[in-house]
C-alpha cells in the first residue's frame, strides 16, 4: 500500500527544497522526491551565486514578493548558521536604445526604493572598474546583492529533514494521478505514495511532468564562467555591485568575487539555444562563451582574463518570462511553480512559502493572479 503524506513535493532544487522546508515547519507530513542529489549540477540552481535585486525591470509587481524572499533569505542565514544573502547594491546599466533601466526606475519610484541615476563618468567614479560605451544610462540600487544558491539549498534541505520531512534522492517521478478521495498518488522508479497535496518544482522537467505545458514551456542552455582580475581590489565590494549590462551584444550580468573563485558572469541572458534536460552534457557552447569573452575585454578589460569553469546552467521560459504558479485545471490538490524564465532563484524561500501557504491554508498573501495559466489559455 502507498505510503500517505499530507504533501509530496517533486524536484529538491531551488524552489522545492524551500517548499519542503516551508510545508514541513508548518508541520506538514511532507515527502521531496529529487531524480539527483540534492545540490546537482543538471538544473537550474547551481554555480555558488544569484543575484538578488529590488529593482525589477521585469515587472514592478515581482517588488513584494522579492521584499518577503529577502526578509526569508535572512531567517535562512540565521537557521542555517551562516549569511546567504550579501548586500553590495545593484547596478544596472542599459546602452542607447534599451530601456532596461527606465523600466527598473519605474519599479522604484512605485516602491519607494531608494535608487541615483548615473550616468557614464558617475559609473567609472564609483565602480571603475567598468568601460561604458557613450550615452549608457545606469541606476544604483543599494540592497540589490547577491545569495548563496547552493548553500541556501543545502541549508533548506537540513531544515526540511529537522523539521520531520523525508527526503529521497535518486528517485524519479514518472507520473501521479488524482485520487477518488480528492489527493493525489505519485508513481516513481521505486514506487508509489499518496498524499492529500502536490507541488511539482520540476524545474526544467516540468513539461515532461504536466503535458499540458509542454508548448508554453522551453528550455535554454546559459553560460556561467569565473575571471582572475588582474586588479582584484576592483572587483569587491563596495567598490563592485552586482550588476547586469544590457547592450547590442546582449544581456550579461555579474557578481562581485566571493570566494577565492574570481567573479562570476552569465549570458547572454537572451541565447536561446535550446537543450533537452535530459541531456547530461552542460559544456557552454563556444558561442556563448565567446561572447561572454567579447564582453569581458570590452566592458571589463580589468579581469578579462582567460574563462574558469565555465558551465552551462538551463533557462525554462515561458513565452512572456513570467513564473507558472497555479494549480492544474480540475485538479487543484496539484500546484505547479516553476518556469522561472531565468529570473526566480532571489525568490524561491517566497515561493517556498506561497506554496505551503496554498497547500495549508488554501491561500496566499501575495499577488499571485499574474503567473495564473489563464494567460495561456489553459483554466
Ligand atoms: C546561468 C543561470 C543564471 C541565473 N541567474 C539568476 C540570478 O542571478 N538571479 C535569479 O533570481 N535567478 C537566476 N537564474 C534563474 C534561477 O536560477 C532559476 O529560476 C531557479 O534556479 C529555478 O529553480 P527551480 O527549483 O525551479 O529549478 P531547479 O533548481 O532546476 O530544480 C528542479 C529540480 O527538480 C528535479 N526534478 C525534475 N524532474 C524530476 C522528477 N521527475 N523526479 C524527481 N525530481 C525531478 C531536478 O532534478 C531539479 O533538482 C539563473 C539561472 C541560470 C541557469
Given at each position: 500500500?502507498?505510503?500517505?503524506?499530507?504533501?509530496?513535493?517533486?524536484?529538491?532544487?531551488?524552489?522545492?527544497?524551500?517548499?519542503?522546508?516551508?510545508?514541513?515547519?508548518?508541520?506538514?507530513?511532507?515527502?521531496?522526491?529529487?531524480?539527483?542529489?540534492?545540490?546537482?549540477?543538471?538544473?537550474?540552481?547551481?554555480?555558488?551565486?544569484?543575484?538578488?535585486?529590488?529593482?525589477?525591470?521585469?515587472?514592478t509587481t515581482y517588488v513584494p514578493i522579492v521584499r518577503r524572499a529577502y526578509r526569508l533569505w535572512q531567517e535562512l542565514g540565521r537557521a542555517a548558521g551562516s549569511p546567504i544573502l550579501y548586500r553590495t547594491g545593484s547596478l544596472e546599466m542599459s546602452e542607447p536604445g534599451y530601456d532596461f533601466v527606465d523600466r527598473s526606475r519605474a519599479s522604484c519610484l512605485d516602491h519607494g526604493l531608494a535608487h541615483e541615476m548615473l550616468d557614464v563618468d558617475a559609473v567609472k567614479q564609483r565602480f571603475p572598474a567598468f568601460e561604458l560605451s557613450a550615452g549608457t544610462r545606469a541606476i544604483y540600487q543599494p540592497d540589490g546583492g547577491y545569495v548563496l544558491c547552493e548553500a541556501a539549498i543545502d541549508a533548506h534541505a537540513r531544515l526540511a529533514r529537522s523539521a520531520g520531512a523525508d527526503l529521497h534522492t535518486g528517485e524519479i517521478v514518472l507520473d501521479f494521478r488524482a485520487t477518488a478521495d480528492g489527493g493525489v498518488e505519485v508513481r516513481t522508479d521505486r514506487g508509489r505514495y499518496s498524499a492529500g497535496h502536490l507541488v511539482l518544482t520540476a524545474g526544467p522537467w516540468m513539461r515532461q511532468l504536466v503535458p499540458a505545458l509542454h508548448d508554453h514551456l522551453a528550455t535554454f542552455k546559459q553560460t556561467i564562467a569565473w575571471f582572475a582580475p588582474f586588479r582584484a581590489e576592483l572587483f569587491q565590494p563596495p567598490t563592485f555591485p552586482v550588476f547586469i549590462h544590457f547592450g547590442d551584444d546582449g544581456e550579461f550580468y555579474g557578481l562581485p568575487m566571493h570566494s577565492g573563485r574570481g567573479m562570476k558572469v552569465g549570458g547572454p541572458h537572451f541565447a536561446r539555444e535550446p537543450i533537452d534536460p535530459d541531456v547530461t552534457d552542460r559544456t557552454p557552447s563556444s558561442s556563448q562563451l565567446a561572447a561572454l569573452q567579447a564582453f569581458m575585454a570590452r566592458h571589463?578589460?580589468?579581469?578579462?582574463?582567460?574563462?574558469?569553469?565555465?558551465?552551462?546552467?538551463?533557462?525554462?521560459?515561458?513565452?512572456?518570462?513570467?513564473?507558472?504558479?497555479?494549480?492544474?485545471?480540475?485538479?487543484?490538490?496539484?500546484?505547479?511553480?516553476?518556469?522561472?524564465?531565468?529570473?526566480?532563484?532571489?525568490?524561491?524561500?517566497?515561493?517556498?512559502?506561497?506554496?505551503a501557504e496554498l497547500v495549508v491554508d488554501g491561500a496566499t498573501t501575495q499577488a499571485i493572479e499574474q503567473f495564473s495559466l489563464a494567460r495561456f489559455g489553459l483554466v
Open positions: 500500500m502507498a505510503r500517505h503524506y499530507d504533501a509530496i513535493v517533486v524536484g529538491l532544487g531551488g524552489v522545492g527544497t524551500a517548499a519542503a522546508y516551508q510545508l514541513s515547519r508548518r508541520g506538514q507530513r511532507v515527502l521531496g522526491i529529487e531524480r539527483f542529489e540534492i545540490g546537482h549540477q543538471q538544473g537550474s540552481s547551481h554555480g555558488e551565486t544569484r543575484i538578488i535585486r529590488l529593482a525589477y525591470f521585469e515587472g571589463l578589460p580589468a579581469a578579462a582574463s582567460p574563462p574558469q569553469q565555465p558551465t552551462g546552467c538551463i533557462y525554462t521560459k515561458t513565452p512572456d518570462e513570467h513564473f507558472i504558479i497555479d494549480r492544474l485545471p480540475g485538479t487543484p490538490q496539484v500546484l505547479m511553480i516553476s518556469a522561472c524564465s531565468g529570473h526566480g532563484y532571489k525568490f524561491a524561500p517566497a515561493l517556498g512559502e506561497i506554496a
